[in-house]
């Protein structure tokens, strides 16, 4: 009987994260169309799976000026979207060194993820997907 409600425990855990989960993605997809409509978007993570995680979004014109700056940075499936107004007005290939300073470590490591991946779009490069912890897992077994 024990088991029977710690498996039931388990399963409520799981459907409640699928539900947050699903409620973060949706404020992800509200915050990406209102950043397209306005033109071209750069996004940079900084993923943690025991340190707090950042995504950074980044609407920028054709000249490649920031226009709208978005952050979710957090541990939790509670972490939302907030104005980032520090990076409005810089460029997005060569923001002021004072204002990257004044940002902390997992939006650098974002803002220059965001970066990488801006250029190599525009170089017509692939982008590689990440692996998964678990692909790490088996990849750094088949290494040895």
């Not at 409520?12 to 993605?25: F, K, V």
């Not at 290939?93 to 940002?103: G, Q, R, T």
């Amino acid at each position: 009987m024990e088991i029977l409600i710690i498996m039931g425990g388990i399963m409520a855990a799981w459907i409640l994260q699928t539900i947050l989960g699903t409620g973060q993605i949706k404020n992800f997809n509200t915050h990406y169309t209102e950043l397209r409509q306005k033109g071209r978007v750069s996004i940079g993570r900084s993923k943690g799976i025991f340190r707090t995680g950042v995504v950074l979004l980044m609407g920028i014109d054709k000249r490649n000026r920031i226009h709208t700056a978005k952050k979710m940075q957090g541990m939790t499936i509670f972490a939302k979207f907030k104005d980032f107004s520090i990076l409005e007005g810089q460029y997005l290939l060569n923001v002021d060194p004072e204002i990257y300073n004044k940002m902390d470590r997992f939006t650098k490591k974002a803002y220059d993820d965001a970066v990488l991946i801006y250029r190599k779009v525009e170089k017509g490069e692939d982008i590689p997907q990440p692996k998964s912890p678990f692909g790490k897992l088996i990849s750094g077994f088949s290494n040895k």
